[in-house]
Structures are given as structure tokens and as C-alpha cells.
């Protein structure tokens, strides 16, 4: 059972123009909600993340936006640029107990701008 | 500042034997967690050291193991290899894992099996 899901392989979006990608969860125990990118060959990168007590977070052109009671968060890139072309992970995390905190990854979105 | 890396990078077994992977993380973190990057499954979460204790476990079977050292570099190793445990193994590193927006990942080492 995939308790995040992001449901579009992959966008292409034209440089300038707003990315948004998309992210579903299941897990009403989940606290905090992340977004990676990652370019091949590498691991991935911390993006942005947001507590589930706020609704949305911004980090200069990344804003994320988290609805609870959907259960649903999505990442705006403005403006979208080149250089953002990449696989974006969204991410959720869940305290373990013992004060861990374990990741549960959607499968991916494989975003590319074109110039 | 250095950052989480993760030896060897490409790697080549064939079915049946074992195989130990690296993670020496950055310098002063205590937490290093291993995932798992597969096609079909995603990145799935394998566990967590912290200062030399597991401290979380996914749903792996007991061929996946790992340990953490008192510098908290952590190795771990898979027994019996099978095909389907080809894969890009990640590990993270951060302070405390908590609260886990700190994690940095390393490149990944791609293990192969033949």
C-alpha cells in the first residue's frame, strides 16, 4: 500500500512559466512533508519541507503548499528554470518512536523545463 | 565542509555471495539512515543508526543488516544475494534525525547482481 503517492510520472512545463507538482498521502500520522530533487546519478537534495501545523512554506522561488484535509501537498516552482529539470521526490515523515524519523517517498515526478 | 559519501559507487555481485556497502557521514552527525532506489518500488526505508544503536527498521528481510561505528560511519551488508536486490542503495546522514529536514544524502552506491 503506497501511503504517498505522486501520480504524474513525469510534467514539462516551458522556462518561465509556474511548475507545479503534485503529492497525495494516506498516513494522518505524518508530521512533516519534504521535497528532493534529484539528478541522476546523484542523491537526492533537499528542496523544502513544511510541518503538518502550517499550510504553506516559501524558500524563494519554491513554495509548498499543504492541505490537510485532502491530504494533498504541491510544490510551485516560479519562475520554472532549466537548471530545475530533474526527478522531484516528495516525502513524508513519521516519528518511529525513539525519536527516529523515517522517510516514506512517492515514486517521483520527473520534471523538465524547456527553454 | 565534506559531504555524505557512500563507497563504493558501482558495485557487482553475483547471486548467492554477500556484500558490505560504506557511509562515512558529515562530520558531527550521529544519525545515518540507508534507503533503498528501485524502479519499481521507489526509495524504500531499510534503518537508522544512531550513535551506534539501531534505532528504526523497514520492512526488509533479515539478509539486510547494518551497523554503526563509535566515528558514525556505517557499513551495511547483504547476505544471499538475490537479482531483485539490484538496486541504488542511499544512506543520509544528519545530527539527530530529528526533525528529519536536516538529512543529507550521499550519491549512492549501485549494487548489480548478476
Known amino acids: 500500500d503506497q501511503q504517498v503517492k505522486q501520480n504524474s510520472p513525469s510534467l514539462s512545463v516551458q522556462e518561465g512559466r509556474i511548475s507545479i507538482l503534485n503529492c497525495d498521502y494516506t498516513?494522518?500520522?505524518?508530521?512533516?512533508f519534504l521535497w528532493y530533487k534529484k539528478y541522476p546519478a546523484e542523491g537526492p537534495t533537499f528542496l523544502i519541507s513544511?510541518?503538518?501545523?502550517?499550510d504553506k512554506n516559501e524558500d524563494g522561488r519554491f513554495t509548498v503548499f499543504l492541505n490537510k484535509s485532502a491530504k494533498h501537498l504541491s510544490l510551485h516552482i516560479v519562475p520554472s528554470q532549466p537548471g530545475d529539470s530533474a526527478v522531484y521526490f516528495c516525502?513524508?515523515?513519521?516519528?518511529?518512536?525513539?525519536?527516529?524519523?523515517?522517510?516514506?517517498f512517492g515514486k517521483g515526478t520527473k520534471l523538465s523545463v524547456i527553454p | 565542509k565534506a559531504g555524505v559519501t557512500q563507497t563504493p559507487r558501482y558495485l557487482i555481485k553475483t547471486r548467492g555471495q554477500q556484500v558490505t556497502l560504506s557511509c562515512s557521514p558529515i562530520?558531527?552527525?550521529?544519525?545515518v539512515s540507508w534507503y533503498q532506489q528501485t524502479p519499481g518500488q521507489g526509495l524504500q526505508f531499510l534503518f537508522e543508526?544512531?550513535?551506534?544503536?539501531?534505532?528504526n527498521k523497514g520492512n526488509f528481510p533479515g539478509r539486510f543488516s547494518g551497523r554503526q561505528f563509535s566515528n558514525s560511519r556505517s557499513e551495511m551488508n547483504v547476505s544471499t544475494l538475490e537479482l531483485g536486490d539490484s538496486a541504488l542503495y542511499l544512506c543520509?546522514?544528519?545530527?539527530?534525525?530529528?526533525?528529519?529536514?536536516?538529512?543529507?544524502f550521499g550519491s549512492g552506491t549501485r549494487l548489480t547482481v548478476v
Open positions: 562530520s558531527g552527525h550521529r544519525s
Open positions: 543508526y544512531f550513535s551506534e544503536t539501531q534505532r
Open positions: 498516513n494522518s500520522m505524518f508530521d512533516y
Open positions: 516525502a513524508a515523515s513519521a516519528n518511529s518512536g525513539a525519536g527516529s524519523y523515517q522517510l516514506t
Open positions: 513544511i510541518s503538518s501545523i502550517k
Open positions: 543520509a546522514s544528519s545530527y539527530s534525525g530529528t526533525p528529519p529536514t536536516g538529512y543529507t
